[in-house]
C-alpha cells in the first residue's frame, strides 16, 4: 500500500467503545425516566408544586449528567485509548463542577422543595449508572487477558 492510496483503517477501538455506548444509553435511557416520573407523581403529591418543581429539576438535572457521560464516550470512540480515558476522567470532574454551581444557584430557589430534588436526583442517578453497569457487562466486548 503506498501513501497515494485513500485508505482510511479502522479505529478497532472505537467499534467496541460505541457498541458500550449504545447498550449502556439503551438502558439507561429504558430504567431512568420511568424513575424520575414516579418521583415527580410522588413528590408531587406528597410536597405539591414545590414538590414536582423539585423532582422535575432534579430529574432533568440528573438525565442530563447521565446522557453527557454517553454523549462522552461517543465522542471520544474514535480516540487513542488512552485519550479516551482522559477525557472520561476530564468530563467527569466538569461534570460534578457543573452539577455543584447548579445546586449553589438553586440553593436559594423557595419554589422548589429541596428534598424532592436531592432524592429525585440519586434514584435517578444511581438507577442510570446500575443500569450502565449492567449493559455493560452484558455487551459483548473482546478482551485480551495476558498470559
Do not use: W
Not at 485508505?7 to 455506548?21: D, F, G, R
Not at 423539585?54 to 447521565?66: K, N, Q
Request: hydrophobic residues 55%.
Amino acid at each position: 500500500m503506498s501513501e497515494t492510496e485513500p485508505h482510511e483503517q479502522e479505529n478497532p477501538h472505537a467499534k467496541v467503545v460505541l457498541q458500550a455506548a449504545r447498550a449502556m444509553t439503551k438502558a439507561s435511557l429504558l430504567i431512568t425516566p420511568p424513575a424520575v416520573l414516579v418521583c415527580i407523581a410522588l413528590f408531587s403529591i406528597l410536597n405539591g408544586l414545590p414538590g414536582f418543581l423539585g423532582s422535575l429539576v432534579g430529574g432533568v438535572l440528573a438525565l442530563l449528567a447521565s446522557l453527557s457521560t454517553l454523549g462522552l464516550m461517543r465522542f471520544s470512540a474514535g480516540q487513542d485509548p488512552m485519550f479516551v480515558m482522559v477525557i472520561a476522567l476530564g468530563g467527569y470532574v466538569v461534570k460534578i463542577v457543573l452539577l455543584f454551581g447548579a445546586l449553589t444557584l438553586l440553593k436559594g430557589v423557595t419554589a422548589l422543595h429541596p428534598m424532592s430534588l436531592g432524592i429525585t436526583m440519586i434514584v435517578a442517578i444511581m438507577l442510570a449508572a446500575a443500569a450502565e453497569f449492567a449493559a455493560f457487562r452484558k455487551t459483548k466486548i473482546p478482551t485480551i487477558i495476558p498470559s
